[in-house]
């Protein structure tokens, strides 16, 4: 069983940055693939970025590319996700994921999912 619980989520100005962590319980995070979802009011959940398990090989939305920046310590069971010149339009709950599986992740399926955490950026 691995609970995930992020934070780092806040209010910040147009061209500003976050940096959202995800902390896992259990000892079996080392072997999951890790992502970042965001939904947005009324809109679908969308994929945002994912890792693998040994943090060799990154994803990103196109959305994101060259702005957010994943990454993970296996050591301390931590995932985060630098982001970087932020738009309103990033503007939603982000949400942390875990898969075996990085294609099953970017696919939207997960294993455990975290509660979420709001970030907001103002224009």
């Known amino acids: 069983q691995v609970q995930l619980v992020e934070s780092g989520g806040g209010l910040v100005q147009a061209g500003g940055s976050l940096r959202l962590s995800c902390a896992a319980s259990?000892?079996?995070?080392?072997?999951?693939?890790m992502g970042w979802f965001r939904q947005a009011p009324g809109k679908e959940r969308e994929f945002v970025s994912a890792?693998?398990?040994?943090?060799?090989?990154?994803y990103y939305a196109d959305s994101v590319k060259g702005r957010f920046t994943i990454s993970r310590d296996n050591a301390k069971n931590t995932v985060y996700l630098q982001m970087n010149s932020l738009k309103p339009e990033d503007t939603a709950v982000y949400y942390c994921a875990a898969h075996p599986s990085v294609a099953a992740l970017r696919r939207g399926e997960y294993d455990y999912w975290g509660q979420g955490t709001q970030v907001t950026v103002s224009s």
């Open positions: 259990g000892r079996t995070f080392s072997r999951y693939t």
């Open positions: 890792i693998g398990s040994l943090g060799l090989n990154t």
